[in-house]
């Protein structure tokens, strides 16, 4: 979405403008607890379920947004403008109808009642070598949602992939007329939602409903009710229909699965030829939906036969089930999201995965179906009798009535909180744990039981106070000025999925990390920002370009060796690459003689673009080194100036790390790069007091006290020797967990009851010992490494090193967890 103005919007959607029809708009934004950047936004009041979006205008309007699309006139701000309409979700609405009507690309619409997102991540996992494809994010498919999604598309968009889900009759036509696809593609389709129709016949009909102006449509044969339904529709029955399923009638017609231990192969017969691929999925819902994506690359007329490497390397999509450990070496795995036969199917699939002796499964009424209650149990009970469960605990009144159904020890309680009066931790051990049940029950008063968090050395990450300093650097910034934060080496130390999932969800533009397996891990995990590599090691060439990571490129070298490797897997649009200067770091980068010749092979090399160029500072966190910053900043000046002018090209343009954009914000240009600073340190201390938040937090707990005499002594070598009577605390903690043993002989504090207590004699390997002779404390006790007090910049000073070190030596078996409070 480019090129609207309030005055184009107003009269697309037919409303009132009051203000400036000249303003541009960018973003839209409808939840304001989601604005970070009101730059160029507009905010739409939406009627919710809940809540109305007119009580929220203020909150919007203290974020910085000055553009409203509204139904009541506001009248308490001035130099903002609105757009008054009768309903904002329609006027949104027809915006997207009106900006899909300026595309003529092919356009893929799927729908279904499962499997819609896993089909559109995967065709965008197949696909994105050789479209620009714009995609609904996440599992935006409702009337809001597909609307936010079409507006995705941009000039440069060469195909469009979008769900559309509906939940009761009459929802379809408008999502048909939002999104127009040109390809139909229909998921499976089970009982979900089934409930709001009055037979499957209706929820058929009303599916179809988005292919009414499709030219072809990829579906199952083998669904009788839905092939006949399709046959005798007037328009659907003309279209080219590809199909797939067993018949002889199918287009491509599936000839053999072969499930091994962890994939399966798959022989279908397409045009006389047999062709086999393997997708790395045993389940029977991934072989279905490979085979729609593969009939859909013969819908968009591409050669299925190039995706076997595509097929073999598809990733699994985030789902709703968390799979968690728990307590007791047990496993968790929460689904109190969906409540319907259909999700409690997938659930007991995942259970059964898990390899543990013991099987436990806590479940409530089933609220979405239409069933009566005697056939729904019944159907319950048949579905989860065969897994064979240890025990099953029953929540709720009804599913409690049908409890003799359950073929194995069954307790039944009539509401989460008395099974919780109930429930001893003790009892779980060594067992996998599905929690079913539907959101009234609260299941998640549960999981917390459940989960592990009572380990004694732990660190704990406050994501609230991560985000809260992530905002801190950005209201240093410009509305404009784009952010990378910096997920290095496992995001110092502190656990990179969970920091990546929030900075994710915080409005970050950009993701960088140092090796292309961190990106990898990212990306498996359901990452999707765009993430750089600064360090993309030549035999990682491959991991980078199969998992869009971007590369950092600092020298001919690695240019070459980076285009080979896309040639190599035939990548036919540009890829977006970095350039790294080097400006006084010496370290990596291109150097000021090679800046003629790097532009002449860029002109040549139409394998890649440059997405942005780059340099970084070695001196931003000293007070005493402005100078040599400024020599710098010149440098890389001048270097991007060269490069630009000389390509005619204005990449993203960055050099601040997180002391510099405290120290020279001036020079923050299109993006920073934020890192050390997201955890609450810096090196500009009065800053750091007055406006960080302490994110990390290493603590431990005593284990024991021994009395010492006078005389007595401690731990190997007897460095520490009583010279009075003494008190003294062993820890569960030592060098391998990442304390290093220069902080033995007193030379380190840890904090207890917020008193310090020197840490005494020799680090072992395991434990250390702790002097609190001065400090009334017990066996048990709660102690701070650092966090709350000392602090980490406490620490790094008795180490004499710096907080990125001490943050990246604690060793992973030390628990991290993450709480948001
Ligand atoms: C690590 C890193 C940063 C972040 O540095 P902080 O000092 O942690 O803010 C920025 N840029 C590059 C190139 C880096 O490698």
Redesign the pocket.
Known sequence: MKNYNLQSIVEIVSGQLIGDGETLIEQIFFDSRLIVHPVNGIFFALAGNQKDGHLYIADAYHKGIRNFVVSQPIQHYDNINQIIVQNPLTALQKWAQYHRQKFSIPIIGVTGSNGKTIVKEWLNQLLWKNFNISRSPKSYNSQLGTALSVLQLTDVTTLGIFEAGISMPNEMEKLEEIIRPTIGVLTKIGNAHLENFQNEQQLIQEKLKLFTNVNKLVYNIENIQLHQTILSDKHLSKIDRITYGYSKEAVVQIQQIISQEINTEISILHNNEIYTYSIPFTDDASIKNSLICLTTLIALNVDYKEYVNGFAKLLPIEMRLEIKEAINNSVLINDSFNSDLNSLKIGLNVLNQQAKERKTLVLTDILQSNLPDNELYQQTADLVNPYQFTEIVLIGNKISKHKNLFQSYVRSYTSTEEFLTHFKSQNVYNEAILLKGARPFQLEKISEELETRTHDTVLEINLQHLIQNINTYRSLLKPSTKMMC?V?ANS?GVGSFEVANVLENNGVDYL?V?IADEGKELRKAGISLPIIV?NPEQSSYSTVIDYQLEPEIYSFRVLDLFVKKLKEKQISRPYPIHIKLETGMNRLGFHEEEYEHLIDTLKQTPQVFVQSI?T?LAT??MEDEKEYVNYQLKRFNNGYNILSDGLNIKPIKHCL????IVAFNDHQYDMV?????MYGYSEYTDFMNKKLQPVVQFKTVISQISTLKIGETVSYGRRFKAERESRIATLPVGYADGIRRSLGYGKGKVGIHGKLAPITGTICMDMMMIDVTDIDCNEGDEVIIFGSYPTLADITKDLDTIP?EVLTSIDMRVNRVYYKD
């Open positions: 910096m290095k110092y960088g140092a600064m780059f970084h931003a966190d790390n997180s002391p510099g790069r934020l890192g050390i600073g990125y």
